[in-house]
T-cell receptor, first 119, second 111 residues
Framework: GAVVSQHPSWVICKSGTSVKIECRSL??????MFWYRQFPKQSLMLMAT?????????EQGVEKDKFLINHASLTLSTLTVTSAHPEDSSFYIC???????????????FGPGTRLTVL | RKEVEQDPGPFNVPEGATVAFNCTYS??????FFWYRQDCRKEPKLLMS???SGNEDGRFTAQLNRASQYISLLIRDSKLSDSATYLC????????????FGTGTRLTVIP
Protein backbone atom coordinates (compact mmCIF):
# COMPACT_ATOMS: atom_id res chain seq x y z
CA GLY A 1 0.00 0.00 0.00
CA ALA A 2 0.89 3.66 -0.27
CA VAL A 3 3.36 4.89 2.32
CA VAL A 4 3.87 8.37 3.65
CA SER A 5 6.83 9.21 5.85
CA GLN A 6 7.47 12.13 8.14
CA HIS A 7 10.68 13.42 9.59
CA PRO A 8 11.45 13.98 12.36
CA SER A 9 9.13 11.78 14.38
CA TRP A 10 9.61 13.96 17.42
CA VAL A 11 11.38 17.20 18.19
CA ILE A 12 12.00 19.31 21.25
CA CYS A 13 13.03 22.90 20.71
CA LYS A 14 13.40 26.17 22.56
CA SER A 15 10.85 28.91 22.28
CA GLY A 16 11.61 31.26 19.40
CA THR A 17 13.31 28.73 17.18
CA SER A 18 11.99 27.40 13.87
CA VAL A 19 11.27 23.76 13.18
CA LYS A 20 10.94 22.11 9.77
CA ILE A 21 8.91 18.94 9.30
CA GLU A 22 9.17 16.90 6.11
CA CYS A 23 6.45 14.79 4.58
CA ARG A 24 7.25 12.38 1.78
CA SER A 25 5.11 10.06 -0.29
CA LEU A 26 7.35 7.05 -0.84
CA UNK A 27 5.70 5.06 -3.59
CA UNK A 28 3.31 7.44 -5.31
CA UNK A 29 3.17 10.98 -6.56
CA UNK A 30 1.09 13.16 -4.28
CA UNK A 31 -0.63 15.95 -6.14
CA UNK A 32 -2.14 17.17 -2.91
CA MET A 33 -0.82 17.05 0.62
CA PHE A 34 -2.58 18.06 3.79
CA TRP A 35 -1.21 19.19 7.13
CA TYR A 36 -3.13 18.49 10.31
CA ARG A 37 -2.58 19.31 13.95
CA GLN A 38 -3.91 17.29 16.86
CA PHE A 39 -3.90 18.47 20.46
CA PRO A 40 -4.30 15.90 23.27
CA LYS A 41 -7.74 14.31 23.38
CA GLN A 42 -8.93 16.38 20.44
CA SER A 43 -9.64 15.57 16.83
CA LEU A 44 -7.35 16.23 13.92
CA MET A 45 -7.73 19.75 12.65
CA LEU A 46 -6.78 20.61 9.08
CA MET A 47 -4.25 23.41 8.97
CA ALA A 48 -3.62 23.73 5.26
CA THR A 49 -3.86 22.07 1.88
CA UNK A 50 -0.92 22.20 -0.47
CA UNK A 51 -0.79 21.41 -4.15
CA UNK A 52 2.47 20.78 -5.89
CA UNK A 53 3.89 23.95 -7.41
CA UNK A 54 1.35 26.36 -5.97
CA UNK A 55 0.73 28.22 -2.74
CA UNK A 56 -0.91 26.40 0.12
CA UNK A 57 -4.48 27.10 1.12
CA UNK A 58 -4.73 27.76 4.83
CA GLU A 59 -7.73 27.10 7.04
CA GLN A 60 -9.31 29.93 8.94
CA GLY A 61 -7.33 30.82 12.04
CA VAL A 62 -4.05 29.32 10.82
CA GLU A 63 -1.33 31.93 10.34
CA LYS A 64 0.34 31.42 6.99
CA ASP A 65 3.38 33.45 8.01
CA LYS A 66 3.89 31.28 11.06
CA PHE A 67 3.29 27.90 9.43
CA LEU A 68 5.19 27.97 6.16
CA ILE A 69 4.32 25.22 3.73
CA ASN A 70 6.32 24.29 0.68
CA HIS A 71 5.29 21.61 -1.80
CA ALA A 72 8.10 21.80 -4.30
CA SER A 73 7.80 18.31 -5.74
CA LEU A 74 5.22 15.58 -6.14
CA THR A 75 6.77 13.57 -3.33
CA LEU A 76 7.76 16.18 -0.76
CA SER A 77 6.00 18.81 1.30
CA THR A 78 7.51 20.67 4.23
CA LEU A 79 5.93 22.51 7.13
CA THR A 80 8.06 25.05 8.97
CA VAL A 81 6.85 26.28 12.32
CA THR A 82 8.53 29.67 12.66
CA SER A 83 9.32 31.28 16.01
CA ALA A 84 7.76 28.38 17.84
CA HIS A 85 6.06 28.94 21.19
CA PRO A 86 4.91 26.45 23.82
CA GLU A 87 1.31 26.70 22.58
CA ASP A 88 2.53 25.30 19.23
CA SER A 89 3.38 22.05 20.99
CA SER A 90 1.22 19.45 19.28
CA PHE A 91 1.12 16.35 17.10
CA TYR A 92 1.53 17.38 13.47
CA ILE A 93 0.37 14.89 10.87
CA CYS A 94 0.62 15.12 7.11
CA UNK A 95 -1.36 13.15 4.61
CA UNK A 96 -0.97 12.68 0.92
CA UNK A 97 -3.39 12.04 -1.87
CA UNK A 98 -2.41 10.97 -5.35
CA UNK A 99 -2.59 8.25 -7.95
CA UNK A 100 -0.35 5.26 -8.40
CA UNK A 101 -0.45 1.65 -9.38
CA UNK A 102 -0.31 0.90 -5.70
CA UNK A 103 -3.73 2.45 -5.32
CA UNK A 104 -3.10 5.95 -3.99
CA UNK A 105 -6.48 6.71 -5.49
CA UNK A 106 -8.95 8.75 -3.48
CA UNK A 107 -7.73 7.61 -0.11
CA UNK A 108 -5.63 9.92 1.96
CA UNK A 109 -2.64 8.18 3.46
CA PHE A 110 -1.29 9.58 6.68
CA GLY A 111 2.27 10.01 7.78
CA PRO A 112 3.26 8.72 11.22
CA GLY A 113 3.15 12.21 12.69
CA THR A 114 5.66 14.52 14.32
CA ARG A 115 5.39 15.30 17.99
CA LEU A 116 6.61 18.85 18.63
CA THR A 117 7.39 20.06 22.12
CA VAL A 118 8.39 23.69 22.53
CA LEU A 119 10.02 24.53 25.83
CA ARG B 1 -22.19 22.99 15.20
CA LYS B 2 -19.29 20.61 14.59
CA GLU B 3 -18.99 18.96 11.19
CA VAL B 4 -18.73 15.53 12.78
CA GLU B 5 -19.89 14.47 16.22
CA GLN B 6 -19.24 11.17 17.92
CA ASP B 7 -20.10 9.33 21.09
CA PRO B 8 -17.66 10.69 23.65
CA GLY B 9 -16.87 7.31 25.18
CA PRO B 10 -14.82 5.83 26.66
CA PHE B 11 -16.11 2.34 26.10
CA ASN B 12 -14.68 -0.40 28.30
CA VAL B 13 -15.87 -3.83 27.19
CA PRO B 14 -14.84 -7.42 27.94
CA GLU B 15 -13.25 -9.60 25.31
CA GLY B 16 -15.82 -11.14 23.04
CA ALA B 17 -18.36 -8.37 23.52
CA THR B 18 -20.12 -6.52 20.74
CA VAL B 19 -19.78 -2.76 20.77
CA ALA B 20 -21.31 -0.05 18.58
CA PHE B 21 -20.14 3.48 17.91
CA ASN B 22 -22.31 6.24 16.48
CA CYS B 23 -21.54 9.38 14.58
CA THR B 24 -23.54 12.22 13.04
CA TYR B 25 -22.47 14.73 10.43
CA SER B 26 -23.84 18.18 9.72
CA UNK B 27 -23.28 18.66 5.99
CA UNK B 28 -25.98 16.91 4.01
CA UNK B 29 -23.85 17.26 0.86
CA UNK B 30 -21.10 15.07 2.30
CA UNK B 31 -19.83 12.58 -0.21
CA UNK B 32 -17.64 10.02 1.49
CA PHE B 33 -17.55 8.45 4.90
CA PHE B 34 -14.90 6.49 6.74
CA TRP B 35 -13.93 4.96 10.01
CA TYR B 36 -10.30 5.38 11.00
CA ARG B 37 -8.49 3.80 13.88
CA GLN B 38 -5.88 5.71 15.86
CA ASP B 39 -3.60 4.10 18.39
CA CYS B 40 -2.04 6.18 21.13
CA ARG B 41 0.55 8.62 19.75
CA LYS B 42 0.18 7.21 16.26
CA GLU B 43 -1.33 8.43 13.02
CA PRO B 44 -4.90 7.51 12.01
CA LYS B 45 -5.21 4.47 9.82
CA LEU B 46 -8.12 3.71 7.57
CA LEU B 47 -10.27 0.95 9.02
CA MET B 48 -13.00 0.95 6.43
CA SER B 49 -15.00 3.12 4.10
CA UNK B 50 -18.73 3.36 4.69
CA UNK B 51 -21.08 2.75 1.79
CA UNK B 52 -24.73 3.62 1.47
CA SER B 53 -25.77 0.00 1.40
CA GLY B 54 -23.75 -0.81 4.49
CA ASN B 55 -20.66 -2.94 4.40
CA GLU B 56 -18.89 -5.56 6.44
CA ASP B 57 -15.26 -6.47 6.85
CA GLY B 58 -14.78 -9.46 9.08
CA ARG B 59 -15.91 -8.51 12.59
CA PHE B 60 -16.56 -4.91 11.58
CA THR B 61 -19.83 -3.63 10.12
CA ALA B 62 -20.42 -0.06 9.02
CA GLN B 63 -23.79 1.52 8.31
CA LEU B 64 -24.75 4.84 6.75
CA ASN B 65 -28.11 6.57 6.99
CA ARG B 66 -28.05 9.60 4.71
CA ALA B 67 -31.53 10.74 5.68
CA SER B 68 -30.53 10.96 9.35
CA GLN B 69 -26.92 11.89 8.56
CA TYR B 70 -25.82 9.10 10.81
CA ILE B 71 -22.97 6.61 10.61
CA SER B 72 -22.31 3.60 12.80
CA LEU B 73 -19.59 1.06 13.39
CA LEU B 74 -20.26 -2.32 14.98
CA ILE B 75 -17.46 -4.50 16.28
CA ARG B 76 -18.32 -8.09 17.08
CA ASP B 77 -16.29 -10.52 19.20
CA SER B 78 -14.01 -7.78 20.49
CA LYS B 79 -10.31 -8.56 20.77
CA LEU B 80 -7.73 -6.98 23.04
CA SER B 81 -6.06 -5.64 19.91
CA ASP B 82 -9.19 -3.65 19.07
CA SER B 83 -8.36 -1.23 21.90
CA ALA B 84 -7.83 2.13 20.19
CA THR B 85 -9.60 5.37 19.38
CA TYR B 86 -12.06 5.13 16.51
CA LEU B 87 -12.49 8.24 14.40
CA CYS B 88 -15.54 8.98 12.30
CA UNK B 89 -14.39 10.86 9.21
CA UNK B 90 -16.44 12.65 6.58
CA UNK B 91 -15.40 14.17 3.28
CA UNK B 92 -17.58 17.21 2.92
CA UNK B 93 -16.15 18.90 -0.14
CA UNK B 94 -16.57 17.37 -3.56
CA UNK B 95 -13.23 17.11 -5.31
CA UNK B 96 -11.19 18.72 -2.56
CA UNK B 97 -10.96 15.60 -0.47
CA UNK B 98 -11.04 17.62 2.71
CA UNK B 99 -11.62 15.21 5.56
CA UNK B 100 -13.39 16.26 8.74
CA PHE B 101 -12.61 14.19 11.80
CA GLY B 102 -14.73 13.48 14.80
CA THR B 103 -13.05 13.69 18.20
CA GLY B 104 -12.93 9.93 18.35
CA THR B 105 -14.31 7.31 20.67
CA ARG B 106 -11.88 5.50 22.91
CA LEU B 107 -12.37 1.74 23.18
CA THR B 108 -10.65 -0.44 25.74
CA VAL B 109 -11.18 -4.19 25.54
CA ILE B 110 -10.61 -5.82 28.89
CA PRO B 111 -9.31 -9.41 29.32
Amino acid sequence: GAVVSQHPSWVICKSGTSVKIECRSLDFQATTMFWYRQFPKQSLMLMATSNEGSKATYEQGVEKDKFLINHASLTLSTLTVTSAHPEDSSFYICSARGFSGGGGGDTQYFGPGTRLTVL
Amino acid sequence: RKEVEQDPGPFNVPEGATVAFNCTYSNSASQSFFWYRQDCRKEPKLLMSVYSSGNEDGRFTAQLNRASQYISLLIRDSKLSDSATYLCVVNSQTGANNLFFGTGTRLTVIP
